[in-house]
């Protein structure tokens, strides 16, 4: 009863927490750690011990499968240079720089320093990802860090037992090799099996049910396996094979899953990630007040003690930002440009922020470890300090620097760039694959509802105007009548005549539909907000290169076909042969398109203020 009630507090307080951080604009992890803290010495709350095994087996597989599967293989594969360094040389330096800086303020074995510095090497997965996020970095960066953290745990472990292991009598290079080759390589090779066996048996599943409550078993499907198998003093790392498995099954998911299974494996894993992620910062804090207590009996001076933690805070944030520096050319290299982003640089050094694993694995030192309980206050000071110090300046440093995630309407403009091309493709399949049976009502309904998609997204981006545009005249219209039929259906269960199976089957097709109609309308508010859309970087085709960035208009500036015709225009496009002025294929009459095929003239560009981006007709695509 006690366990059970202590959970739904705990979820409580997390949810009221994080809710109430969004309410006020503060970054929810750090709130959540600092009210913690605080309540850790609230007289009447039990201390809270997080162990290592809860952590390390309860929470982390979870937590890394939740991140890898939303994880872009070809992403991490272009930045796999970075991460590697930041993720595998970075948290090995900093182990035996920070094991040195112990080693000459404590009375203690370099091996006993060495496993305090991998303790506090690697950087935390949830910290980084989250308030990157957050702060908005470019995706790039993001991309960076989020593959960082996925690996680096694996190296800061593997670290760690080297250094129980020397404690215990000694090493040499040959095993410290071996315990790499073997966490790695054997992690790897268990990831590529579970991931291989689950897309198999995934394949032949099309009922969601069945398929979630297998994704739900994975991460730890791939993490015990790897654990318990020995070579010796090592053995894989379950962190590989978790991050191996989730990023190959997030992969092949469009392939090996129905969409109705990945749209709810989304929405559970995302209700997972926002528990787990939210609770390990809380529970960060409630192991203040019983570490405090355990030094308070150590025989080192307090200004030792202190000494020590100021000490490795310090060395953990500079080594990273040295190394950073020093590696910058091969960390940032693009193509054959070796400038480094100098921004970019100090922002991945200062994002460091470490987490629940630095104490889940300051828990893993032998009990018999000479000042084990300063060591655990080491390791909550530096969890605390980066989280606090670093997670807190990081925003300004981003505004300052200048640095800013993509921004909406980029995307919004990209988007309707491979919609249109998707549809293309989706219309020649049509006509090639229609019979002569087949209805031209049908085929025209498939067409219409085919170009409604990219033509909602391209109408969006002219949103000037205060009149509405077709798309969101039909969610307005679409909105109100799916309350009709809801407040129907559920008139006709109130009286009791169809089975329960049936009613439930209908409003979830409703819900459905209206749920994607909400997501269309809050996207289209956020872009509103957006005052322009840059150009797009792009390898232009020779139309894009021959034509030229802007020309006269011919007339008004309005679409004349438009106005001749009685129409309503949605977002102008120009003619940059011509000058003429044609509206959307949203509008009534896709003035713009006709334009082309009467005259051929490839490339237009947006006519709507503040718009720089082009199109090629020909090749469909946007300069």
């Known amino acids: 009863m006690e366990i059970a009630l202590g959970i739904v507090l705990l979820a409580a307080c997390v949810i009221a927490v994080t809710a109430a951080a969004e309410r006020v604009g503060l970054s929810a992890p750090l709130l959540l750690m600092v009210v913690g803290i605080g309540l850790s010495f609230v007289p009447f709350i039990p201390d809270i011990h997080l162990s290592s095994g809860v952590v390390l087996f309860g929470m982390l597989p979870p937590l890394l499968y939740a991140a890898a599967i939303r994880t872009s293989v070809i992403d991490f594969r272009a930045n796999q240079r970075a991460i590697g360094f930041l993720s595998i040389a970075l948290v090995a ?57 996925l690996v680096n745990d694996a190296t800061a472990i593997t670290c760690l037992r080297v250094a129980i292991l020397a404690m215990a009598g000694s090493v040499t290079v040959g095993n410290i090799t071996l315990a790499f080759v073997i966490a790695a390589g054997g992690g790897a090779l268990v990831g590529l099996a579970v991931a291989w066996i689950a897309g198999m048996v ?61 749209l709810s494996e989304r929405t559970n894993w995302g209700t997972i990630k926002f528990l787990l992620e939210n609770s390990v910062f809380f529970l960060i804090g409630l192991q203040a007040h019983w570490i405090f207590a355990g030094v308070a009996h150590s025989p080192l001076h307090a200004g030792v003690i202190t000494w020590l933690c100021v000490a490795v805070l310090l060395a953990v944030i500079l080594l990273r930002l040295v190394w950073v520096a020093a590696a910058s050319l091969l960390l940032f290299r693009n193509g054959r ?25 300051a828990f893993l030192l032998p009990e018999q470890t000479p000042h084990r309980e300063v060591l655990l206050l080491v390791a909550m000071v530096v969890t605390a ?19 800013r995630g993509p921004e909406p309407r980029e995307d919004a403009l990209q988007t309707a760039a491979v919609l249109q091309a998707s549809t293309r493709a989706a219309l020649r399949t049509l006509d090639r694959i229609r019979k002569p049976t087949d209805s031209e009502q049908t085929l025209e309904l498939l067409r219409s509802r085919m170009r409604d998609r990219p033509n909602a997204i391209w109408e969006r981006l002219g949103s000037a105007s205060d009149l509405e545009t077709p798309a969101e005249e039909y969610r307005r219209l679409r909105l109100e009548t799916l309350e009709a039929e809801r407040a129907e259906v559920l008139r006709i269960r109130y009286r009791g005549k169809v089975d329960h199976e049936v009613i439930d089957l209908v409003l979830s097709q409703l819900d ?62 120009l003619c940059l042969t011509c000058g003429n002025i044609g509206c959307c294929d949203s509008s009534v009459g896709n003035h713009a398109t006709k334009h082309f095929a009467a005259t051929g003239h490839p490339v237009m560009r947006s006519f709507e203020s503040g718009e720089r981006w082009r199109w090629c007709y020909l090749h469909e695509q946007l300069g």
């Open 93 to 149: 330096i900093t182990a035996l720089g920070v094991g040195l800086v112990v080693w000459l303020i404590l009375p203690v074995p370099f091996a006993v320093a060495f496993a305090i510095g991998a303790v506090v090497a690697p950087p935390d997965a949830v910290a980084a990802t989250s308030i990157a996020r957050r702060v908005g970095l470019p995706r790039r960066l993001v991309t960076i860090l989020e593959g960082e953290s």
């Open 202 to 262: 995934r394949k032949r599943i099309t009922e969601p049910l069945f398929d979630n409550a297998i994704s739900l078993l994975l991460p730890f499907c791939a993490y015990l396996p790897a654990e318990a198998i020995r070579f010796g003093h090592f053995h894989p790392s379950g962190v590989i094979a978790v991050v191996v498995t989730g990023l190959l099954l997030g992969h092949k998911a469009p392939i090996i899953q129905t969409a109705q299974s990945r």
């Open 337 to 361: 440009r070796l400038s480094p982003d100098w921004p970019s640089v100090l922002i991945i050094g200062w994002a460091g922020m470490r987490g629940v694993v630095t104490l889940a694995a």
């Open 385 to 403: 300090g980066t989280l606090l110090l670093q997670g807190l300046t990081l925003p300004w440093l981003s505004r300052r620097f200048g640095l």
């Open 512 to 573: 459905i539909e209206e749920s994607m109609l909400d997501a269309v309308a809050d996207r289209a508010e956020q872009l509103r907000q957006e005052p322009l859309v840059s150009p797009i970087a792009t390898d232009e085709c020779e139309h894009l290169a021959a034509a030229p960035t802007v020309i006269r208009p011919i007339g008004p500036g309005v679409c004349l076909d438009c106005e001749r015709e009685g129409t309503r225009p949605v977002h102008l496009r």
